[in-house]
């Protein structure tokens, strides 16, 4: 008998975490945040370049699939906003391949696999840094890959976690970072 297919999923953030789904909603909401921020901030000098630059990145988003992205919101405090986003993209793996050997061919790292209450989480790290006046920025993308509960299926969700610090940032904010990441994953379920 075949298993019944999941009807979507399910993850938790923390208080204070925006979804923007990648179509032109999502795109316009975004660019109205980011607007709103960059006027308080005094500089509408910038507010071009921030349209630009999330029309570019919602392009690219679009072209890999991206069904969604989280975002942290900027605090009531004037503290920044995490320096962190999630995306979640639907993947398919080629014909003849399952959903973790795909996963594996075009990891970035080695892939390290976790067996949760939810089933086989698949993980992978790796990390860039910027070049010329961005040399101190290092950005660390953590790959997760949780396939369908069907046996052999070829298709599963991707959880990309993006984090980017510099040179400088205490090494227990990385970690802690590295952390809030592994644990939001650990949230994500399929749904009946």
Known sequence: MAEDEPGGFSILFPPGWTRYFIDDEGRKALIMRMSSQIRALGRPDLDVEARMLISQQWKQMQARSVGAVYLPDAMGDDSTPLPMSFALIQYVARPGADFESAFRDMAKGAVEAFDTSIDRILRTESERRGTDELAE???????????????????????STSIT????????????????????VETFRWRA
């Open 165 to 184: 610090t510099l040179d400088d940032t205490a090494p227990d904010l990385v970690q802690g970072l590295i952390e809030l990441s592994d644990t939001v």
């Open 137 to 159: 920025v290092i950005g660390r993308q953590i790959d997760y890959g949780i396939a369908l509960p069907n046996p052999r299926d070829r298709r599963g969700m991707i959880v």
